[in-house]
């Protein structure tokens, strides 16, 4: 959790309330009666915004969640339980949770359309089921007591509004957390979070059971609306609708839920008093959502770009970088960083490492070249834990690294990057770096960027080019103070200049953060300039290892690069 989270989320609370209460006081009763509908079905978006919008899960079944908060908010109606209605929807939130959960275990393994098939499954047996039983009160005209203070059209808006505030407020406090930038990077590229440190298992079932409950809040608002629900209340068809409004308009966001659910509540309306039929809605809505899904933007993202976009304009202000502040360095000892002894990994009848032996020493910077097709990133993954089938043996500071998982070996001191961009676009890079690294200031995200040459921590990632993204993706790894970290080709994408200048920061890594450092690279000059040893790869076997500027003068060396036999008349 981040002040500017904080702040937002103070900001979001304030002028919800605010709106709620000028609402309130220019609204005739039935457009009051109205807006209550659309602020429980922003309640119900904002659940599908947190597995759908930030955590990007399919989930075909929220009606289903909130029919379970909506039925127990009704059997202690029955049961004239103690606490009234606000302790009755809190209860019936935590009802769905179970079942959140429960649908997030599939999740676990399934994504896509496959995940949609499950979750839309469950919301087919949870149609079933409601059909078969009877709506606590229904049998009676039993219908759900409000609280007297917020009696009425008014007064239940009004408490309407308060609930959508604290959750909308709640829920920006996540997304400002690592927990929500974690959702954000899983949607991007879940072996990129894993390599943080981060449980993904852990991470999607929170996401699922957040959401249920949530949206088992917004069942109980709309038992306390309607005072008596039946099953067409919660069908499967509508929990489509609600997806493709939740698409269309962006509602991880609190204008997007607000939005989507004044077109759910408004739209019926207008379409009612055109004389048109009400399907007509639910079409116009699932074509909203393919073109959101086609420009990979909603509504929600529009107005926050253009609106950043006249702000940053006149205030824009950049925090003021000083590269004396880095995390304080972290004393590892003498004990090896890394030590490969006879890696062998091996796909059918391919060998992709054969019999490798490697070793990092504590504060060193070590290279490990070789030709295209060598098996470096087959080493790097095989470390790091992302092939877990290998002969021989890994560790870390004389640690056993067999059997452990990705996410934990990230935690016990492995941290790696990648060829290939995986950091989530939608992140800032203070955010980034609070994932990567924990727990991490301020001052300490403003001198990690001042060291690495990377300005601006409020800038999100798809505002920067290719090549300052290696670099952030090399901060990050650096900042969480692992004991050895994993470079793989960081200056791909890099002028002279600035590989110089990466060079010179490489070296400095063991000194600065603790961290030795395994690098991975095809920049001669930068490999010489940064690494004090180096180990050569060929064809999945080492062909040379020692003092770099030795190695690289090895004719063994030069020819397996230029692919010719170097004569001494040559």
Not at 262 to 291: H, S, T, W
Not at 310 to 334: E, H, M, W
Not at 457 to 476: E, H
Not at 492 to 507: T, V, W
């Amino acid at each position: 959790m981040t002040r500017d989270s904080m702040r937002s989320a103070t900001l979001n609370v304030a002028i919800t309330i605010g709106l709620g209460g000028l609402a309130i006081l220019i609204l005739p009763n039935y457009w009051i009666y109205l807006a209550t509908g659309a602020m429980i079905g922003a309640v119900g978006l904002l659940s599908l915004g947190v597995v759908e919008g930030r955590a990007g899960m399919i989930s075909l079944c929220q009606l289903s969640f909130a029919g379970v908060g909506a039925w127990t908010v009704g059997y202690l109606n029955v049961a004239e339980a103690p606490g009234g209605l606000p302790i009755w929807i809190l209860i019936g939130g935590l009802a769905a949770v179970p079942f959140g959960i429960a649908i997030g275990l599939p999740a676990l393994r399934l994504r896509g359309i496959n995940l949609a098939i499950v979750t839309l499954g469950f919301a087919g047996a949870f149609d079933a089921v409601l059909a078969a039983i009877t709506y606590p009160g229904q049998a009676e005209f039993l219908q759900v007591l409000r609280p007297d203070v917020f009696d009425g059209d008014r007064g239940y808006f009004l408490f309407v509004v308060i609930v959508f505030a604290v959750i909308s407020g709640v829920l920006e406090l996540v997304g400002g957390s690592r927990l929500g930038s974690c959702w954000l990077a899983i949607r991007h590229s879940e072996r990129a979070v894993a390599a943080h440190g981060v449980g993904i298992p852990y991470a999607k079932l929170r996401a699922f059971a957040l959401s249920a409950f949530v949206s088992g809040v917004s069942g109980g608002l709309l038992a306390g609306y309607l005072g008596m629900l039946v099953s067409d209340n919660f069908t499967m068809f509508g929990s489509m609708v609600l997806y493709a409004v939740a698409t269309m308009v962006g509602a991880q966001y609190p204008e997007g839920a607000v939005v989507g659910g004044l077109l759910g509540a408004l739209f019926p309306e207008l379409l009612r008093r055109l004389d048109v039929p009400q399907d007509l809605g639910n079409l116009l809505f699932a074509i909203g959502a393919v073109q959101a899904l086609a420009a990979r933007e909603t509504i929600s993202e529009s107005l926050r770009r253009a609106f950043c976009r006249v702000v940053r304009s006149k205030t824009r202000q950049l925090r003021r970088l000083d590269a004396s502040a880095l995390p304080p360095r972290i004393d590892y000892g003498n004990a090896p960083a890394l030590a490969v002894r006879g890696l062998t990994v091996r796909y059918g009848s391919v060998i992709a490492l054969n019999s490798v032996d490697i070793d990092v020493p504590a504060g060193a910077v070590v290279g490990l070249i070789g030709p295209n097709g060598a098996g470096k990133s087959t080493l790097i993954d095989a470390v790091s834990g992302y092939v877990l089938r290998y002969e021989g043996q890994i560790e870390t500071k004389n640690r056993p690294l067999e059997g452990v998982l990705p996410h934990r070996r990230a935690s016990l001191g492995i941290r790696r990057t990648w060829q290939t961009n995986r950091i989530a676009p939608d992140l800032t890079v203070s955010a980034y770096l609070r994932l990567a690294a924990g727990n991490i200031t301020n001052d300490e995200i403003d001198a990690v960027l001042a060291w690495i040459g990377l300005p601006d921590p409020d800038t999100k990632v798809s505002g920067i080019d290719a090549g300052a993204r290696r670099l952030l993706d090399v901060a990050g790894a650096v900042a969480a103070r692992p004991a050895v970290v994993l470079l793989d080709e960081p200056a791909a994408g890099q002028s002279f200049d600035e590989a110089a200048r990466l060079a010179e920061r490489i070296s400095e890594i063991p000194d600065l953060f603790g961290s030795a450092v395994l690098l991975v690279e095809h920049d001669m000059d930068l490999v010489r300039a940064a690494c004090s040893a180096v180990t050569v790869l060929d064809f999945g076997e080492v062909i040379a290892s020692g003092p770099t500027r030795e190695v690289l003068d090895l004719p063994i060396v030069k020819t397996a690069y230029l692919g010719v036999v170097e004569t001494e008349a040559a």
